[in-house]
T-cell receptor, first 113, second 119 residues
Framework: KNQVEQSPQSLIILEGKNCTLQ??????????LRWYKQDTGRGPVSLTI?????NTKSNGRYTATLDADTKQSSLHITASQLSDSASYIC????????????FGQGTTLQVKP | DAGVIQSPRHEVTEMGQEVTLRCKPI?????LFWYRQTMMRGLELLIY????????DSGMPEDRFSAKMPNASFSTLKIQPSEPRDSAVYFC?????????????????FGSGTRLTVV
């Protein structure tokens, strides 16, 4: 069964600290993996997208890694800011011309001053 | 571009009433998706359209749910009759192409969602 699992479920950190969110998936055949940021009351917004051949991709203070062998991905946030408080969702797409994405449950991050 | 536009932003209705959610995709996007998000189940795909034609509705929970896309710029998701367990945030998303090569460079664009509360 295609699944995406994220950990931790929630996380509280102090402003300026770094943190790492984890994503494990069992989607096959794998096409790409993306991380979305969802602010409260808003729709998800794409942060990064990685294909099978990409191991790391950065978007400002966000760096995503992908290990296709172990089927794991991480999202590292550097020098966190209050505006980073949001839910971070890992989404995996299977190969093929289809609109189906498999969503993780998300990690809720709270950055405190 | 105004992005994907959903209305209403919030809807509170009584059990048994009909509810209609609306979505205007980004102009030129051939694909439109309806998702439901709850705390328990996260984001779930309900149905998606390609060029106004429903392609996969396997995520629609039951016959009380129906979706239409009468033209390229408008879609509705209807619940009749509504039940308290339908309470959730319903998102619409659109995409110009659903090919792996496109998805590797771009993401879907989500609307801001409609928060539905059925009491």
């Amino acid at each position: 069964k295609n699944q995406v699992e994220q950990s931790p479920q929630s996380l509280i950190i102090l402003e300026g600290k770094n943190c790492t969110l984890q994503c494990n998936y069992t989607v096959s055949p794998f096409s790409n993996l993306r991380w979305y940021k969802q602010d409260t009351g808003r729709g998800p917004v794409s942060l990064t997208i990685m294909t099978f051949s990409e191991n790391t991709k950065s978007n400002g203070r966000y760096t995503a890694t992908l290990d296709a062998d172990t089927k794991q991905s991480s999202l590292h946030i550097t020098a966190s800011q209050l505006s980073d408080s949001a839910s971070y969702i890992c989404v995996v797409s299977a190969s093929g011309n289809t609109g189906k994405l498999i969503f993780g449950q998300g990690t809720t991050l709270q950055v405190k001053p | 571009d105004a992005g994907v536009i959903q209305s209403p932003r919030h809807e509170v209705t009584e059990m048994g009433q009909e509810v209609t959610l609306r979505c205007k995709p980004i102009s030129g996007h051939d694909y439109l998706f309806w998702y439901r998000q709850t705390m328990m189940r996260g984001l779930e795909l309900l149905i998606y359209f390609n060029n106004n034609v429903p392609i996969d509705d396997s995520g629609m929970p039951e016959d009380r749910f129906s979706a239409k896309m009468p033209n390229a710029s408008f879609s509705t998701l209807k619940i009749q009759p509504s039940e308290p367990r339908d309470s959730a945030v319903y998102f619409c998303a659109s995409s110009p192409l659903v090919l792996d090569s496109y998805l590797s460079k771009n993401g879907y664009t989500f609307g801001s969602g409609t928060r539905l509360t059925v009491v």
